[in-house]
C-alpha cells in the first residue's frame, strides 16, 4: 500500500480515513464512529473482533479478543495498539474467525489469535497471544529462500497469503488448503501446487473454503519448440504428411517411467484396477512409481463386465460407472427409444447433453456402421429427447446422464513438467491435461471419432472433462450439470461468442492453430459421451490418422464473430490490471459456497466456469457463501442464502447468479460477513451509497438463540439509509455479524472530484459493454448479415467492432484501475489516464476513424435492415442505447450517433481532470500535468467532432454525386475536403463545351471532365494523388487572372479561380491536404496539441510514391522515393510490370549517380543486374554488369553501352566456354587493345581488337609453350608473323589461318639450321615446303647474327597499350585527352571523387578499415608550394603519391589499381611465358612514363624526368624509397619516374614480373645453384682459401650466440655472417634501388669486418674485395641470383648506373657469372 499523500490540501487527518462500524439495517441502525488518532487506510472483520491498519504502518485491535492474556476482559471497546509491530511497517491485514494476521512493508507475514488447526503457522502452541512472525519459505529454490509475501486472509481454521510471484501459500487445517495432504494441521506454510504457473490476483477465505482470482493465461504466440519428454528428451509425437492423410504416431515410451511433476514422487495413475481398492479416491501408494502410462493402460481389464462396477454406492443410480479407471460400459438412459447394447471391448463411447453443437455432416460421417441410428432424423428426434429427458431430470433433481471423463488430479500431475502446455487454462486447474491427451493417448481414436469431435464446439467438449478425484467428483460433476441443463444462457447460448472468448484462450500447441474447433484424441480410459454415439475402433492401432480435412477445419479463419476483447495484453497497457480473469474455488462445499453447481467439496483448486469471460476484478468469501464483482459492476454470489445474503432468490445456489440491483446501481466494492453482505456502489448522485443483503442483526440485549435462527432477512439488497450522513466512502468490508465503511470528508472537492471520475468512468465501460452485448452479439447471430452488408462494409463493420472492443478493453482497465486507486493510494499522478494519455487518444483516434470509414461508405444505411430483422421496426433497443435527443431520425442517423458517442467521453475526461486541476496550487507540477491532459482531451475531442463532420459532409457529397465513377472513387479512407460545382475553379484553355469539375479528397485531387449538354454525366476523370501533386500561385500582375499552376509528375495545368478569396481557399485547401498527405496521418489530421505546427506550404523536396500512366519510358511503372517539383530527384526505386527494377538516385526525372537496375530474363529464367553509376537515364560511367547467361562485365559504360576499359567474364570455370576479356570497348564492342584468355583452348591473346574481332598486331601464347606474334586479320593469323615453340624451332614468314603457315619464310632450328622458302600447311602437323637448307659453319658469324631474331617487333607497342585506362584517368581529372586541362580544375575533381566517395562509404561504412579513412582524411590537404621544387617539398609530393595510390577511392588509385590488375590478367597463367618478359619490363616502363606525366600535370613545377631539384642540399644525394642520399654524378638531386613511382608500383606488379625472369634465366639459375650448393660444402677457411682471399683477410675470431670463438679449420658458415645476413634480404626487396640498397649495406658489413681485423684504415682495390664478396654471394645461397640481377639491370634509375650504386651492382654480378664458370676453373 502506498504512503498516503495529502493531495494539495492541508493534512487533514480528521478528514480522511475515517473509520464506521454498524450492525444490521434497520432504520434505527446508526454507525458508530471509531476513533483513531490517525486515518485508517485499511479495515479487516473477524467473526468478533477486528483488526484495522493505520497510516504510518501501525495496528490496532478490537472486539473480543480471549487470546490476550493480559486484558482483564476479552472484549475491548477502545482499539488497542498492537505494539509489537511497531518496529515493522505494516502494508496489509486480515482478520479471520479467531485469528489475524498482516504482511509487512518487506514481505514478511505476522500472525496471532487461535491457533488449534495451525491456522497462524506456529507448531505447539494452540494460542498465540501477539504478532508473531511465520517464515515462509521455498524448499524446493536451493539454497531455500523466503517468499515475499503481498497479501493474506484468513478463514477458520486456515490462512492463504499470495506471493510476490503471484503464487498461493496455505497453512492450517482441511481440505480448504488445496494442498496434495491428508495429515492436518499442517503448520509450515506450503505453496498450493495446483495453481503452480498461474498469476493469482487476489486470495480469500470463508470459514471453509477459499477463493482466488486468476489471470487467464494468454494465448501461446509463438509455436512450442520442444514437444519432448521431460524425462528423456524424445519427441512425445511424431507427425508423418502422407498426401491425402497425416499420421500422427505417439510411439514414443518414456524409459524412465511417468514424469512427475517437479520434486512430487507421487506418479501413480489413479484409478489402475489393482488399486482403485485402495480406498474411495483411488490413490496409489505415493511410494510406488507408476510405469509408462501407456504401458499400465494397457494393463487395464477389457472385458465390458468388471467387477469393479458392483461396488458403486448406493446414492448414485446404477447407470453410473465409478471414474476409476476400468473400462467403461455404455450406461442405459431410461426414456431412449431403442435398447443399446453395451459397449464391446475397446469401444470409447461418446456423448453429449449439450446437444445444440452437433453439426450434421459429422452425424454422417460417424453414421454407417457405428451410429444405431438409421438416418438423420432419428438422430434429431433422439437428440431432441435426450435434452427434454435431461430438462425432466433437472427439475426432479435427480443426476442426469454420467460424465466420467475424468483424469484423478495425480493423474495430471505427471505430466506437468512437460513444457509444451500452455493449454486449456479455463478447463482444468493444470494446462497439461487437455495436451497429454492428445500427446499421449492419442493412439487409440479412430478417424471416425476425430470427424465427430470435428462437429464439437471446443467448448463443448471440454465441457464433459473433468479433472476427477476418484468417486467423489462424479456426484459433483452431475450437480454441476443439472443446473446448467435448465440455464439456457450457460450452456444453450450463443456458442459463436463462447467460441471466440475460448478461442482466445484455447489452443492446442504444435498440432493446431489457434481455430475454432480443436481436436481431441483420447485414450479408451478416458470417456467422452457425445450424444450416445457408439464409436468403433481398435485399441490397438498405435497410430491415429487425421483427416487433412480437419486439420484444414481446425485452422480456418473466422469470418464473423470478432472476438471483443482482443487475446494478449499489448506492452503499452501491461501495468492496467487485466479483464481476462477466471475465479477458482476449493474447499468444503456442503452450501454450494464454491459455485461448481454441487455440494461437493473440492481438496484441489478448481475453476468456477460460469464465470469465464465475465472479467471479475475482485472476490469475497463469507462464512459459507461467496461473492464475485465484476468490471461491468455487477455482483455474482452463491452459496448459503438462508438469511438472504446472496442478494437474489435465484435456485440453485450452487452455481454464481448476479444479485438484484436496480437498473443504474453499479457496485465497486463488496464485503461478506458470516450471513450478510455489504456491497459499495454508484448511485444518481457523486457520493457513493451502500447496499446490505443478509440477516437483520437485533440489538444485543434482545438477541436469543431462537430469534438468531428464524430472525428477519432481506430478500434482496436495501439501501442503507445512513450511507449519505458517512461522506464518501472508499471502501468496505464485513466479517461477523458487523459491517466496516473507511470513509472520506471532501476537502476542497478533491474527493468527490475522484469519485466523480471513477463512476464516470465505471458508467461509460457499462454503457459499452451493453452496446456490445445488447445491439452488436445480437446483430452477429444475424446468418444473413455478411451476406447483407456486403465484402467492403461487413470487412469495415469487422473492424469498427475490433476497435471498439479494444476502446472497450481500455475503457474497462481503467476503470477497474480507478476503482483501486479510490480504495488505495490518493496519489493523481499514479493516473493511467495521465500517464499514459497517448494510449486513450490512440485508441479513440482508431476507433473514430474506424466509425468514419464505416459512415462513409454508407455502411449504417446497410445495418438498417439487418437492425430491424433484429430489433422489430421501432428498433427500441437502438433508440434506448443512441441516448439520441431528437425524435424521428432515421435509423441510420441514430447508428452513426450511437457509436460516435465515446467522442462525448472525452469531454468528460477534460472536465473532471480539470476539477481536479481546481483542488491545487497553479504552480504546483501536478496542475500542471493535470491541465496538459486536460487540454489533450479537449483537443482530441474537437479534432474527432470535426473528423466526424468531414465523414458526413463526404457521404452527404457521395449521396448526391453523378455518375458511375462513385464506386471507383469512393474508398474507406477517402474524404471530401472541397469541389468545385459552384464553378469556382475551371481549368485554362478549356475547350468551349467541355465542362471541368475539381474535387479535392484528403488523399487525391480529382479532375472530372464532361461535356455541356450532359452535366451529370462526367465521361472521364483523372485521380491526381496529392503526395505528388505540386501546387503555386501564379502572379496577377500581368495577366489579372486568379491562377494556380498545378504540376503532378505527368502533367501540369493551370486552374483559374474565380475571386481572389477562392483562390486563396483553394491554395490553402490543397496545401493543406498535401501537407497531411505527406506526413502521412491521411484523414486522421493532426489534433492541434501535439505542437506540430502546420507549414502554410508543403515542402518541394518530399518522399512519396508515383505510378506513372502515360510516360513512355516509365509508363506503369512504380516510383517511391525523394521528388522535386514534380520530378524524381534523390534516392528512389522504380519498379516496372515486367519486373525490372531500378535503385538509386534520380535527378530531374532521370537516373543519374550511383544505382542498381535489375532485368528479369525470362528465357533464362535469370536476371540482368546492373550496378554502376548513370547519368541522364543511361548507364554511363563505372559499373558491373551481371548477364542472366553467367557472363560477368567490371568497367565503363557510355550511353547503356560498353565503351572504355572493361573486363568480360564469361562461364564459369566448368561450363561451355570461360573466358576473360580485358581491355578497350567502343559502342559495346571489343575496340582497341586487350588481353583475350581463353581458358579451355589454354591461349591467351595481346593485341589489337576492332568490332570484336582480332585486328591489326598481336601476340599468341599458349599452355604448351607456344609463342606467335604477327599480324591479326578476321580474327585469324593472317599475314607476315613469327611463331616459336618451346624448344626455340622458330618460323618467320606469313600465315593464313591460325597457326597456319602459308608463303614465303624461313624455319630456323634450335642448332641454328635453318630452311628457306615457301610454306604451308598447319604447325605440329606434317608442312609441305619448297626452299634451301642452310647449316651455318661455326666461324660464320655474320649469317648468325642476320638470324638472330629479335621479338617484340610486331606486337603491340608498349605506349599502344591501356590507353583507354589512362584515359579514364585524365577524363576524371576533368581532361578530355593526355595533358590538356587545368591543373585547378582537376585538384578539384579528385577533392569532389574523395568527398563523394566518402560519403558512400560513410552509408556503409563496413567496406572501409580504419587506416583507409585516415589514408582519405590525409588525403583531403594537398601538398601547396610555389616556386620551384625543393627536396623537401619533393618528399612531400611523393608521400601524397603513396597515399593516394593506396586508394581506389583516389583517381591515381584507382588508376594503378587497374594497371595491376590488366597487367596480372596478362602475363599470369598461360600469360607466364618467358618469351614474354622483354614486353613486360616495358609496359611497367611505359607505365611509370605515363603516369609521371599525370604527376607532372598535376604538380606543374615538378622537373622533368632526369631534371635537378632546386637548391641542392649539403650533401649529394639521389633520391629512393627511403629518401636516404644516395651517391650521383650530378650536383643536386634527380628527378626519376622510377625513384618517384616504382616503390608504388613495382611491390604490387612483382610477382609476375619475377615469374617471368625466373623463367627465362632458369637453365643459367640451374647451373648457377648447382654450383653453390657444391662449394658450399667446404668450411670457412678451405672455401676462402679456394676463391683467393688474401690471408690478411681472413677473420680470426667470430662472434657465434655473443661468444668469442676462434675460426678453425672445421668452422662453417661462420665467417662474414653478418655481411651474408645483409646480403639475403635482396629477395625481401621490390623495387631496384631498394635491392641496391642492400648491396651497398653488404659492402659496408664486410668493411667493418675487415676494418677489425686489420686494425687501420685501407682502401679497396677491385682485385682485394672481389674474393671476399664472392665467398659472401656463396654462403648466401640466394636461390634465383640471375633474375635478381636482371631485375636490377632493366629497371634501374639510368642515373645510377655510373655511380658507387653502378659499380657494386656490376661487382655482383660479376660474381654471379663468376660461379657459373667456377667449374672451369
Same mark, same amino acid.
Given at each position: ?22 450492525? +444490521? ?11 483513531? *488518532?490517525?486515518?485508517? !487506510? ?116 486456515? #490462512? ?57 493465461? *494468454? ?52 484409478? &489402475? ?23 499400465q493402460i494397457s494393463k487395464l481389464p477389457t472385458s465390458s463386465t468388471s467387477p469393479e462396477i458392483e461396488r458403486t454406492p448406493a446414492s448414485e ?28 471391448? +475397446? ?9 445444440? #453443437? ?15 441410428? *438409421? ?55 493444470? +494446462? ?5 491427451? %492428445? ?14 469431435? @470435428? ?33 439456457? &444462457? ?24 489457434? +481455430? ?36 484444414? $477445419? ?27 480473469? @477466471? ?34 476484478? $475482485? ?112 471502501? %468496505? ?132 435492415? *439487418? ?196 483562390? =486563396? ?100 529464367? &535469370? ?48 561450363? #561451355? ?137 610486331? =606486337? ?131 607505365? !611509370? ?107 680470426? #675470431? ?23 645476413e645483409t646480403l639475403q634480404q635482396i629477395s625481401t626487396t621490390f623495387t631496384p634501388s631498394d635491392k641496391l640498397q642492400v648491396i651497398q649495406l ?9 676494418? =677489425? ?69
Amino acid at each position: 500500500m502506498e504512503k498516503q499523500i495529502s493531495c494539495g490540501e492541508e493534512d487533514g487527518s480528521g478528514e480522511r480515513g475515517l473509520l464506521h462500524t454498524w450492525r +444490521g439495517y434497520s432504520y434505527s441502525t446508526t454507525p458508530e464512529r471509531v476513533l483513531l *488518532p490517525r486515518p485508517v !487506510l485499511q479495515a479487516a472483520l473477524g467473526a468478533r473482533h477486528g483488526v484495522l491498519l493505520v497510516e504510518g504502518g501501525q495496528v490496532y485491535s478490537f472486539g473480543e479478543l480471549p487470546w490476550k492474556q493480559n486484558q482483564t476482559s476479552s472484549v475491548v471497546t477502545e482499539p488497542i495498539l498492537e505494539a509489537v509491530l511497531n518496529e515493522q511497517r505494516v502494508v496489509f491485514v486480515a482478520a479471520g474467525s479467531a485469528h489475524s494476521g498482516v504482511v509487512t512493508e518487506d514481505g514478511g507475514v505476522h500472525m496471532w489469535g487461535e491457533n488449534a488447526h495451525g491456522q497462524c503457522g506456529l507448531s505447539g502452541l494452540s494460542v498465540i497471544p501477539n504478532p508473531t512472525p511465520v517464515c515462509v519459505l521455498d524448499s524446493e529454490a536451493t539454497p531455500p529462500q523466503a517468499v515475499k509475501i503481498l497479501e493474506v486472509a484468513c478463514g477458520d481454521q486456515h #490462512t492463504l497469503a499470495l506471493s510476490a510471484e503471484y503464487e498461493v501459500w496455505a497453512w492450517g487445517s482441511g481440505c480448504q488448503l488445496g494442498l496434495n495432504t491428508s495429515t492436518f494441521p499442517v503448520w509450515k506454510p506450503q505453496k498450493v501446487k495446483h495453481l503452480a504457473g498461474r498469476h493469482v490476483l487476489q486470495v480469500a477465505c470463508g470459514a471453509a473454503h477459499s477463493l482466488v482470482l486468476v489471470r487467464c493465461l *494468454p494465448p501461446p504466440q509463438e509455436p512450442r519448440k520442444q514437444d519432448k519428454c521431460g524425462q528423456c528428451n524424445q519427441l512425445l509425437y511424431t507427425m508423418t504428411d502422407k498426401e491425402d492423410h497425416v499420421i500422427i504416431s505417439d510411439g514414443h515410451h518414456c524409459p524412465l517411467g511417468v514424469e512427475l511433476d517437479s520434486g512430487e514422487a507421487k506418479s501413480a495413475l489413479e484409478g &489402475s484396477p489393482d488399486q482403485s481398492s485402495k480406498g474411495k479416491q483411488g490413490k496409489s501408494s505415493p511410494t510406488e512409481p507408476g510405469p509408462s502410462m501407456l504401458a499400465q493402460i494397457s494393463k487395464l481389464p477389457t472385458s465390458s463386465t468388471s467387477p469393479e462396477i458392483e461396488r458403486t454406492p448406493a446414492s448414485e443410480p446404477q447407470n453410473q460407472v465409478p471414474a476409476s479407471g476400468q473400462e467403461p460400459v455404455e450406461p442405459a438412459v431410461e426414456n431412449s427409444a431403442e435398447p443399446e447394447a453395451p459397449a464391446a471391448n +475397446g469401444e470409447v463411447c461418446v456423448e453429449a447433453s449439450e446437444t445444440s #453443437t452437433l453439426e450434421l455432416d459429422s452425424c454422417r460421417a460417424i453414421g454407417g456402421k457405428s451410429s444405431p441410428y *438409421p438416418d438423420e432424423q432419428a438422430v434429431k428426434a433422439y437428440l431432441k429427447r435426450l435434452s427434454d429427458h435431461a430438462l425432466a431430470e433437472h427439475t426432479t433433481k435427480t443426476p442426469s446422464t454420467l460424465h466420467s471423463a475424468q483424469l484423478s488430479s495425480d493423474h495430471a500431475d505427471c505430466f506437468t513438467s512437460d513444457p509444451l502446455i500452455p493449454v486449456a487454462q479455463s478447463v482444468t486447474p493444470m +494446462g497439461s491435461a487437455l495436451n497429454n491427451l %492428445v500427446v499421449s493417448c492419442a493412439s487409440a481414436v479412430g478417424e471416425r471419432v476425430v470427424s465427430t469431435y @470435428e462437429a464439437l464446439s471446443l467448448r463443448k467438449v471440454i465441457g464433459y472433462w473433468v479433472p476427477g478425484e476418484g468417486r467423489e467428483r462424479v456426484e459433483e460433476r452431475l450437480r454441476q450439470e443439472e443446473p446448467m441443463q435448465g440455464k439456457k &444462457s450457460s450452456s444453450l447460448g450463443d456458442i459463436r461468442e463462447e467460441e471466440a472468448e475460448l478461442c482466445r484462450r484455447l489452443s492446442l500447441p504444435g498440432l493446431l492453430s489457434q +481455430g475454432t474447433h480443436a481436436l481431441l484424441l483420447l485414450h479408451p480410459v478416458y470417456r467422452l459421451h457425445i450424444a450416445e454415439f457408439e464409436v468403433k475402433e481398435s485399441a490397438s492401432s498405435a497410430t491415429t490418422e487425421v483427416s487433412p480435412r480437419l486439420l484444414r $477445419r481446425t485452422s480456418r479463419p473466422r469470418a464473423r464473430a470478432v472476438p471483443l476483447a482482443p487475446g494478449g495484453i499489448p506492452e503499452a497497457d501491461a501495468h492496467l490490471p487485466s479483464l481476462q480473469t @477466471e475465479v477458482w474455488s476449493w474447499g468444503r462445499g456442503p452450501e454450494g459456497q464454491l459455485g461448481h453447481g454441487d455440494l461437493l467439496s473440492r481438496p484441489q483448486p478448481a475453476c468456477v466456469k460460469s464465470l469465464n469471460g465475465k472479467e471479475v476484478l $475482485r472476490v469475497a468469501a463469507g462464512a459459507h457463501h461467496s461473492l464475485a464483482l465484476t468490471a461491468q459492476s455487477q455482483v455474482f454470489s452463491w452459496g448459503c442464502n438462508t438469511s438472504g445474503q446472496l442478494g437474489h432468490m435465484e435456485s440453485p445456489t450452487t452455481l454464481p447468479h448476479l444479485t438484484k440491483l436496480s437498473d443504474g446501481i453499479r457496485v465497486w466494492d463488496i464485503g461478506a460477513g458470516q450471513q450478510h453482505t455489504l456491497l459499495l456502489a454508484d448511485g444518481d448522485c457523486i457520493q457513493p451509497i451502500l447496499y446490505y443483503s443478509g440477516q437483520q442483526v437485533k440489538g444485543v440485549m434482545e438477541k436469543t438463540e431462537e430469534e438468531e435462527q428464524t430472525g428477519e432477512y432481506t430478500q434482496q439488497p436495501v439501501l442503507l439509509p445512513f450511507c449519505m450522513n458517512l461522506g464518501y466512502v472508499s471502501s %468496505v468490508c464485513a466479517g461477523g455479524q458487523t459491517c466496516a465503511a473507511l470513509t472520506d470528508r471532501n476537502v476542497m472537492g478533491f474527493i468527490a472530484s475522484l469519485h466523480e471520475l471513477a463512476a464516470a468512468e465505471r458508467k461509460y465501460y457499462c454503457k459499452l459493454s451493453n452496446i456490445n452485448s445488447l445491439l452488436l452479439q445480437p446483430l452477429l447471430k444475424l446468418d444473413s448479415l455478411s451476406a447483407g452488408l456486403g465484402q467492403s462494409s461487413a470487412g469495415l463493420l469487422q473492424n469498427l467492432i475490433g476497435r471498439l472492443g479494444r476502446l472497450s478493453q481500455l475503457t474497462g482497465q481503467n476503470s477497474a484501475s480507478l476503482t483501486s486507486f479510490l480504495r488505495r493510494s490518493r496519489d493523481v499522478r499514479g493516473l493511467v489516464i495521465l500517464d499514459d494519455a497517448h494510449l486513450f487518444l490512440d485508441t479513440y483516434s482508431e476507433y473514430c476513424s474506424a466509425v468514419g470509414d464505416l459512415l462513409v461508405m454508407g455502411g449504417f444505411q446497410v445495418l438498417v435492415k *439487418p437492425c430491424h430483422d433484429v430489433f422489430g421496426k421501432g428498433a427500441e433497443v437502438v433508440q434506448k442505447l443512441s441516448e439520441c435527443p431528437e425524435e424521428g431520425l432515421p435509423l441510420a442517423d441514430v447508428l452513426a450517433h450511437l457509436f460516435y458517442l465515446p467522442i462525448k467521453h472525452l469531454h468528460e475526461y477534460a472536465r473532471l481532470l480539470l476539477k481536479l486541476a481546481t483542488c491545487y496550487e497553479v504552480s504546483s507540477v501536478d496542475y500542471q500535468k493535470l491541465q496538459d491532459a486536460c487540454s489533450k482531451y479537449e483537443s482530441m475531442a474537437l479534432h474527432l467532432k470535426r473528423r466526424r463532420k468531414e465523414a458526413e459532409y463526404t457521404l452527404h457529397f457521395w449521396k448526391s454525386f453523378p455518375g458511375k465513377m462513385t464506386d471507383s472513387l469512393r474508398k474507406p479512407s477517402r474524404r471530401l475536403i472541397c469541389e468545385s460545382s459552384n464553378k469556382a475553379l475551371t481549368l485554362q484553355n478549356a475547350g468551349r463545351f467541355s465542362v471541368n469539375w475539381f474535387i479535392l479528397f484528403n488523399d487525391a485531387l480529382v479532375h472530372a471532365q464532361g461535356m455541356v449538354p450532359y452535366k451529370s454525366l462526367f465521361s472521364t476523370h483523372h485521380v491526381f494523388p496529392l503526395a505528388t501533386l505540386w501546387v503555386e500561385p501564379i502572379s496577377e500582375e500581368n495577366t489579372g487572372l486568379y491562377g494556380l499552376k498545378v504540376t503532378s509528375p505527368e502533367e501540369s495545368f493551370t486552374l483559374l479561380a474565380s475571386s481572389p478569396a477562392e483562390k =486563396a481557399k483553394w491554395l490553402r485547401s490543397i496545401n493543406q491536404a498535401v501537407e497531411q498527405a505527406l506526413s502521412g496521418l491521411g484523414h486522421d489530421g493532426i489534433p492541434p496539441s501535439t505542437g506540430v505546427t502546420q507549414r502554410a506550404d508543403p515542402p518541394i523536396s518530399r518522399t512519396a510514391s508515383y505510378t506513372f500512366y502515360k510516360d513512355s519510358r516509365l509508363k506503369e511503372a512504380t516510383y517511391e522515393g525523394r521528388w522535386v517539383s514534380g520530378k524524381p530527384h534523390g534516392r528512389g526505386v522504380v519498379k516496372w510490370p515486367d519486373g525490372r527494377m531500378y535503385t538509386g538516385t534520380f535527378k530531374n526525372g532521370l537516373e543519374d549517380g550511383f544505382g542498381d537496375y535489375v532485368v528479369p530474363n525470362k528465357n533464362l529464367n &535469370s536476371c540482368d543486374h546492373y550496378q554502376g553509376q548513370w547519368k541522364d537515364g543511361k548507364m554511363h560511367g563505372f559499373g558491373t554488369f551481371r548477364y542472366a547467361s553467367g557472363e560477368i562485365y567490371e568497367g565503363s559504360f557510355q550511353d547503356n553501352m560498353r565503351h572504355g576499359h572493361g573486363m568480360l567474364r564469361s562461364g564459369k570455370l566448368n561450363s #561451355t566456354s570461360p573466358s576473360v576479356f580485358i581491355g578497350q570497348w567502343q559502342y559495346d564492342k571489343k575496340s582497341g587493345y586487350g588481353v583475350f584468355d581463353d581458358i579451355t583452348r589454354g591461349e591467351k591473346y595481346m593485341g589489337m581488337w576492332l568490332d570484336d574481332q582480332r585486328q591489326g598486331n598481336g601476340v599468341v601464347v599458349t599452355q604448351f609453350g607456344l609463342y606467335y606474334e604477327g599480324a591479326f586479320n578476321n580474327n585469324k593469323m593472317m599475314g607476315m608473323g613469327v611463331l616459336l615453340s618451346e624448344d626455340d624451332t622458330t618460323f618467320e614468314g606469313e600465315f593464313s589461318e591460325d597457326w597456319t603457315l602459308n608463303g614465303k619464310g624461313v624455319l630456323t632450328m634450335p642448332n641454328g639450321d635453318y630452311i628457306e622458302g615457301s610454306f604451308s600447311g598447319i604447325w605440329g602437323t606434317g608442312l609441305k615446303m619448297s626452299g634451301s637448307y642452310y647449316k651455318p659453319s661455326l666461324y660464320d658469324s655474320d649469317k648468325e647474327k642476320a638470324h638472330a631474331l629479335k621479338l617484340g617487333r610486331l =606486337a603491340v607497342h608498349s605506349e599502344e597499350k591501356w590507353k583507354a585506362v589512362f584515359l579514364e584517368c585524365w577524363n576524371r581529372l576533368g581532361c578530355d585527352s593526355p595533358g590538356q586541362g587545368q591543373t585547378t580544375a582537376a585538384w578539384d575533381n579528385i577533392a569532389i571523387a574523395l568527398t563523394a566517395n566518402r560519403r558512400q562509404q560513410r552509408d556503409s561504412p563496413e567496406l572501409l578499415s580504419r587506416s583507409h579513412h585516415k589514408t582519405l582524411e590525409s588525403l583531403e590537404f594537398i601538398p601547396q608550394h610555389v616556386g620551384p621544387v625543393t627536396l623537401e617539398v619533393y618528399h612531400t609530393i611523393r608521400r601524397y603519391l603513396v597515399k593516394a595510390c593506396d586508394t581506389p577511392l583516389h583517381p591515381l588509385g584507382r588508376l594503378v589499381e587497374t594497371l595491376v590488375s590488366v597487367y596480372r590478367m596478362t602475363f599470369v597463367g598461360v600469360g607466364a611465358n618467358r618469351r614474354l618478359l622483354p614486353q613486360a619490363v616495358n609496359e611497367i616502363k611505359s607505365y !611509370l612514363s605515363r603516369i609521371f606525366q599525370l604527376v607532372r600535370f598535376l604538380f606543374p613545377d615538378l622537373p622533368e624526368e632526369g631534371g635537378s631539384l632546386a637548391d641542392p642540399p649539403k650533401e649529394k644525394s639521389g633520391s629512393d624509397t627511403a629518401g636516404k642520399p644516395l651517391e650521383s654524378p650530378k650536383p643536386g638531386c634527380v628527378v626519376s619516374s622510377s625513384a618517384l613511382l616504382l616503390p608504388v608500383l613495382l611491390p604490387r606488379l612483382y610477382p609476375p614480373l619475377f615469374t617471368l625472369y625466373a623463367l627465362e634465366k632458369e637453365k643459367e639459375d640451374d647451373v648457377y645453384w648447382e654450383c653453390v650448393l657444391r662449394l658450399n660444402k667446404q668450411p670457412d677457411l678451405a672455401l676462402l682459401a679456394f676463391l683467393g682471399v688474401q690471408q690478411k683477410f681472413w677473420p680470426v #675470431t667470430v662472434t657465434v650466440h655473443g661468444e668469442k670463438q676462434q675460426v678453425l679449420s672445421s668452422t662453417k658458415d661462420a665467417c662474414f655472417a653478418s655481411a651474408v645476413e645483409t646480403l639475403q634480404q635482396i629477395s625481401t626487396t621490390f623495387t631496384p634501388s631498394d635491392k641496391l640498397q642492400v648491396i651497398q649495406l653488404t659492402f659496408e658489413e664486410i668493411t667493418q669486418e675487415v676494418l =677489425a681485423l686489420l686494425k687501420q684504415d685501407f682502401l679497396w682495390s677491385m682485385d682485394d674485395l672481389f674474393p671476399v664478396f664472392l665467398f659472401v654471394v656463396l654462403r648466401a645461397r640466394i636461390r634465383n641470383l640471375g633474375s635478381e640481377v636482371s631485375l636490377i639491370e632493366d629497371l634501374m634509375d639510368p642515373c645510377v648506373q655510373h655511380g658507387e650504386h653502378g659499380i657494386m651492382f656490376t661487382t655482383l654480378k660479376a660474381c654471379y657469372y663468376q660461379i657459373q664458370h667456377e667449374k672451369i676453373t
